[in-house]
């Protein structure tokens, strides 16, 4: 009864698909890909046909699950302590000791709470006859929870009639499942997900796991190591101990001291302070000596080993090439067996001995032979097709999928009523990985008949449901970060106001006098001398490359945004993606008569950007920062437009009020510079009397700004409108 229920809920919603990708689109839910060394950022494909896993079939999932985590963290205690695992020769000690993911840097060292693998994905396969395989275990940055956590909820909202009648186990529950395991191994202090910067391939996911779990979102810079505690370094330079990092780089670029040398995105020191139980490092470096693929044939033994029990979940069957019978079976059956590299991940260096010819095959069999622990070979599992709606034609299509099982260890071990299904991008592909091209589904776990069920059973509090993450203050902002502030009010200010007067301008060039169009062209510094006026129009909103572009400003205004999601809300950020969204559609519709019109769209964007931050629960300090960069450009913007002093008044109003929120507090030195710049160039557009009020702020500014340098390397933010321009 539930199934067929839920099967229908699964039909509405692929009828219903557009509408859930538009608002994934303007929720900027992410994944990015690097190709031909470079970053591609686009919109995680996702597909409405959800996997759905009976509630039966999930508590045995659920079991097998906890086993196997429980074990691989019983492994990682025992090989970086007593190695009694070694000595009672379950795991061979060359597989141990040379496994490119075993850290002597961490030998001896237990973490707070005991535990090492704090989040683990484990990726699962069904085959045809309904059985689950376990394909690997990644316990070092798993990633991609995200996405069917953010999905369920436009899901629900889409149909919320259909989602009343079917009882799906409510997947809400991981941010909290996530913070609780935080919480619980935290030495002292704050909270932190440490990302290794704008430009990873999951940085979506790192920024809305922050908002959503209330921990502050920290680059490798905002970090400091003193006396061998962890600092935070908030926009005024105060230090704030923290107490856990929830790291989202590889353990080799952690610390440079400990791991590479050559490492920019790393925290100098972060292991000493690791090593004294001074911090806790979720997941805990040296893990990758467990989820190594050769290490993956012998988790069963673990299992026997450390629990006393039989594996409930069935590893792949495997070949390792270093055991000399093992080695003739791969070599005998290239053409039967998946070789896979243990050095690579993402799908990458996984090859189908099937595809390969005779000679691939020899070269393949020459590297096996030359350096036999790199390799592992597998049993091709034929795992079920689940339908995806071809996005070109609507239609059903079958395709490969896998199941990425999320289990989070803290006080206890709790498996997360979800899970992010992987479809390939191509029909008959057995590889599924984001990286690879491949879309997600959600995963839809069906409740027992009596009742729907939470990971955190009586722990879970109603009233805790109207809030899933904790507030974001200014005392946890950093340098950085006050600087997109700032600069995200001064951009989103640019693309409104322009906009707005180059209407007028355009209105009159439409009544054949292209002269008219000039004074904007000088109030904004731009070529006044263009010979197709067309064209600059084109340039001026369009051109992505054009510094002084409208396109510009909102990209700008969005690398910022994006950058704040935990301080200001996905909720908020959607505006930006809007308007982003809308600048890049016009920019491909350029020729059409009406996408002048459609401009107005961009700038009602940024209206509601504005208000949603004004009537937000947004720390009032937090609003002041945007808020005082949005003035400023409005000034700046007036009197290079030359209106009156009466016009000037309301920008000038605002620009007190939101000075005073910040009264007596140190401030970061953009304001300062930025206001600096300003007051020298408003005597030589007359307006002396607005120079002399800003003045007064100057000097009350000049006493407070924050000495701390900003040690962002990939700045976002610049003003650009001219070359004279600071």
């Known amino acids: 009864m539930i199934e067929s229920a839920a099967h229908k809920l699964a039909h509405e919603l692929v009828n219903r698909r557009e509408a859930i990708n538009r608002e994934l689109s303007r929720n900027g839910v992410r994944f990015g890909i690097y190709k031909n060394n470079e970053y591609h950022d686009r919109l995680f494909p996702y597909d409405p046909v959800p996997r759905i896993i009976e509630s039966d079939e999930f508590d045995e999932l659920e079991k097998g699950l906890k086993q196997r985590v429980n074990a691989l963290n019983a492994y990682l205690k025992d090989i970086y302590s007593d190695k009694s695992i070694i000595h009672d020769g379950v795991v061979p000690e060359e597989y141990v000791y040379t496994s490119a993911g075993y850290f002597p840097q961490v030998n001896g060292v237990t973490p707070p709470g005991g535990i090492f693998a704090h989040i683990a994905g484990e990726d699962l396969v069904q085959g045809e006859d309904g059985r689950w395989w376990v394909l690997e275990d990644n316990l070092r940055i798993p990633s991609g929870a995200s996405y069917p956590l953010f999905v369920r909820d436009i899901e629900r909202r889409i149909s919320p009639r259909l989602f009343r009648d079917v009882r799906i186990r409510d997947n809400r529950e991981y941010p909290r499942l996530l913070r609780k395991a935080m919480d619980f191994v935290s030495t002292e202090g704050i909270a932190v997900v440490l990302t290794p910067g704008r430009y990873n391939s999951a940085f979506f996911e790192h920024a809305y796991l922050a908002e959503k779990t209330g921990a502050a979102l920290a680059f490798p810079e905002d970090l400091e190591v003193v006396d061998n505690k962890v600092f935070f370094l908030d926009y005024a330079g105060k230090r704030h101990r923290v107490g856990v990092v929830y790291r989202r780089l590889s353990d080799e670029y952690l610390d440079p001291f400990a791991f590479n040398p050559d490492s920019v995105i790393g925290v100098p020191g972060i292991l000493s302070a690791y090593r004294a139980g001074n911090v806790a490092i979720v997941n805990a470096p040296g893990n990758g000596a467990a989820d190594d693929k050769a290490i993956y044939y012998f988790v069963p033994q673990m299992i026997k080993y450390y629990l006393g029990e039989e594996p409930i979940l069935h590893n792949a069957p495997t070949y390792m090439p270093m055991f000399e019978a093992d080695r003739k079976e791969v070599l005998d059956r290239m053409g039967e067996l998946v070789i896979k590299d243990v050095a690579e991940a993402g799908g990458y260096g996984v090859v189908f001995g099937s595809s390969l010819d005779a000679a691939a095959r020899e070269e393949l069999a020459d590297r096996i032979k030359e350096d036999p ?99 974001h203050s200014l005392s946890l902002v950093t340098a950085s970060k006050a600087d997109n502030l700032y600069w995200l009010g001064r951009y989103t200010e640019r693309a409104f106001t322009t906009l707005n007067q180059f209407f007028p301008f355009y209105d009159r060039v439409m009544d054949t006098d292209v002269d008219a169009f000039r004074p904007f062209a000088h109030a904004l510094d731009l070529p ?45 950020l959607q505006y930006v993606e809007l308007a982003m969204t809308n600048i890049t ?63 000037m008044d309301a920008p000038l109003r605002k620009l007190a009020s939101y000075s005073m929120v910040l009264d007596g507090m140190p401030l970061p030195s953009c304001f300062a510079d930025g206001l600096s710049w300003l007051v020298g160039q408003l005597p030589a557009r007359g307006y002396d009397q607005v120079a002399t009020l800003l003045k007064k702020y100057l000097d009350d500014y000049s006493g407070r700004v924050s000495a701390l340098a900003i040690k962002d390397m990939g700045s976002l933010s610049a003003m650009n409108m001219d070359a004279k321009r600071f």
């Open 528 to 572: 006044e001398d263009f010979e197709d006026f067309d064209e600059f129009v084109k340039s001026f909103l369009y051109d992505g490359s054009n510094p002084d572009s409208v396109r510009s400003a909102v990209t700008a205004a969005f690398n910022n945004a994006v950058i704040l999601r935990p301080e200001l809300s996905s909720r908020l």
């Open 585 to 647: 559609d016009a920019a491909k519709k350029a020729a059409d008569a009406d996408d002048i019109y459609n401009q107005r769209d961009i700038a009602d964007d940024m209206l509601a950007f504005w208000g949603g931050i004004e009537n937000s629960p947004v720390d009032p300090t937090l609003k002041a920062f945007v808020f005082i960069g949005k003035y400023l450009e409005r000034i700046d913007l007036y009197t290079r437009f030359g209106l009156s002093m009466e016009e």
């Open 373 to 471: 622990r790199r390799f592992i070979a597998q049993e091709v599992i034929q795992f079920r097709d689940i339908d995806v709606v071809d996005p070109q034609t609507g239609e059903m299509s079958p395709r490969k999928c896998d199941l990425r099982a999320f289990v989070v260890t803290g006080k206890s071990t709790h498996v997360w009523y979800s899970g992010l299904t992987r479809y390939s991008s191509v029909p008959g592909q057995m590889i599924v990985n984001s990286s690879q091209g491949g879309g997600f589904k959600d995963t839809w776990v069906l409740a027992p008949e009596t009742g729907v069920e939470h990971e955190l059973g009586a722990e879970v509090q109603i009233a805790n449901l109207l809030s899933q993450s904790r507030h």
